[in-house]
């Protein structure tokens, strides 16, 4: 199973909005709605910020917003702040066999 | 609070064996599944396998399958992963995460155990 495609890089001003794309199949993202993203800095562990294609765990920004059209999910960060520069990954149930597979990242730069 | 603490950093030689764990607090173990996740330097994250510790459950990727052993202790709340034999490329960062579902989300996780295979 190959990895779900993201940019490797995207960037944006203070204040901009980015949005990261997560590419896969029907076999995974076009499939299921169990699409989630991951906030990573370096040297520290993943952080859930979206779950269920486009839901919020508590205590993350409104800032974050997830959604899905077809094989390609999208991650969305409205209002840019210096914070959010980090690798951001985004995962997939990919069914009974491999049952999940991740992104292979992408590092967002906060210019 | 829910914590998922895994054990500390390994150095190891090709060919050793090797267990690493990972302990859940704040939560029922038994409920939730357990996944495991590696990262090798400057890379990103992989799937491995998840475990569900109520009944053992056990799934792997099928790039892991033969490679790892994951199993679960629910007496004492602990999930393992390990190698009969590594070699230079398990060199990285292990990640365990849990899930309250074998297709949902990896909610909490833990801080990471690095490993490293070197002669």
């Known amino acids: 199973q190959s990895a779900l495609t993201q940019p490797r890089s995207v960037s944006g001003s203070p204040g901009q909005s980015v949005t990261i794309s997560c590419t896969g199949s029907?076999?995974?993202?076009?499939?299921?709605?169990?699409v989630s993203w991951y906030q990573q800095y370096p040297g520290k562990a993943p952080k859930l910020m979206i779950y269920?294609?486009?839901k919020r765990p508590l205590g993350v920004p409104d800032r974050f917003s997830g959604s899905k059209s077809g094989n390609t999910a999208s991650l969305t960060i409205s209002g840019l702040q210096a914070e959010d520069e980090a690798d951001y990954y985004c995962?997939?149930?990919?069914?009974?066999?491999?049952?999940?597979?991740f992104g292979g990242g992408t590092r967002l730069t906060v210019l | 609070e829910v914590q998922l603490v895994q054990s500390g950093a390994e150095v190891k030689k090709p060919g050793e064996s090797l267990k690493i764990s990972c302990k859940g607090s704040g939560y029922s173990f038994t409920s939730y599944w357990i996944g495991w996740v590696r990262q090798m330097p400057g890379k990103g994250l992989e799937w491995m396998g998840i475990?569900?510790?109520?009944?053992?459950?056990?799934r792997y990727s099928p790039s892991f399958q033969g490679q790892v052993t994951i199993s679960a202790d629910r007496s004492i709340n602990t999930a393992y992963l390990q190698w009969s034999s590594l070699k230079a490329s398990d060199t990285a960062i292990y990640y365990c995460?849990?899930?309250?579902?074998?297709?949902?989300?990896?909610?909490?996780w833990g801080q990471g155990t690095l490993v490293t295979v070197s002669s």
């Open positions: 475990i569900y510790p109520g009944d053992s459950d056990t």
């Open positions: 029907n076999t995974d993202v076009g499939g299921y709605s169990y």
């Open positions: 995460a849990r899930a309250p579902s074998l297709a949902g989300t990896l909610d909490q």
């Open positions: 269920d294609v486009s």
């Open positions: 995962c997939s149930y990919a069914g009974t066999y491999t049952f999940r597979v």
